[in-house]
Each structure stands twice: as structure tokens, then as C-alpha cells.
Nanobody
Framework: QVQLVESGGGLVQPGGSLRLSCTTSGTIFNIYTMGWYRQAPGKQRELVASISNAGSANYADSVKDRFTISRDNAKKSVYLQMNSLRPEDTAIYYC??????????????WGQGTQVTVSS
């Protein structure tokens, strides 16, 4: 069974930094696009950043030049370095991955989420 586990959330002051990590486990044939989404209270879940298995990244306009997504294919992990954090970045952050399992099924998988709170 495939699982995604996030870590690295927490409370940080405005202007601070956090690094989120997401590690996959289970029987995996291939991992395609990986990404980070977030959901603030009363708002819809939105894409923050995504990265292809070749390393091509894209970002939401609101986080460009502040957040950096990266991945380690050998470790089957994806990371989100968040700098210059703002109160409006406060949300639950979810890891997402498009994964093919050995039975040739390809599905979206989600982590359980990690809380990021930006407040003084």
C-alpha cells in the first residue's frame, strides 16, 4: 500500500523559513509528478508547486521567488523550502504524487497534511 508522509510544519514568525518533506513508501513502480497543495480555513485546496520526474517545476504566482520545490528520486521524496513566509501562507500543506504501482494502475496519492502557521 502506498503512503505519503509529510513532516516539517510548525509555527514560524513572518519573514521566517520552513522546509517541508514528504516521503513515499510502499510498492511503487514509478513516481511521476509530485507536488504540494495547501488549504486555508474556509478556502479551497490550491496548488502551491509541482515538479516533474525530470525536475521541471512550476509555482503558484503567490509563492514564486519565495518557495522552492525539489525532489530526490532515489529517496522517493519531495521537499518544499519556504522562505519569506507571510501570514497568508498559513494553511495545511498536503503532499501529492502521481504513482504507478506494479499492477500498472496509476493514481493520485495524498499525504495526511502538515500544519504551517505564520504568526507573530
Amino acid at each position: 500500500q502506498v503512503q505519503l508522509v509529510e513532516s516539517g510544519g510548525g509555527l514560524v514568525q513572518p519573514g521566517g523559513s520552513l522546509r517541508l518533506s514528504c516521503t513515499t513508501s510502499g510498492t511503487i513502480f514509478n513516481i511521476y509528478t509530485m507536488g504540494w497543495y495547501r488549504q486555508a480555513p474556509g478556502k479551497q485546496r490550491e496548488l502551491v508547486a509541482s515538479i516533474s520526474n525530470a525536475g521541471s517545476a512550476n509555482y503558484a504566482d503567490s509563492v514564486k521567488d519565495r518557495f522552492t520545490i525539489s525532489r530526490d528520486n532515489a529517496k522517493k521524496s519531495v521537499y518544499l523550502q519556504m522562505n519569506s513566509l507571510r501570514p497568508e501562507d498559513t494553511a495545511i500543506y498536503y503532499c501529492n504524487a502521481l504513482i504507478r504501482t506494479p499492477n500498472w494502475a496509476t493514481n493520485d496519492y495524498w499525504g495526511q497534511g502538515t500544519q504551517v502557521t505564520v504568526s507573530s
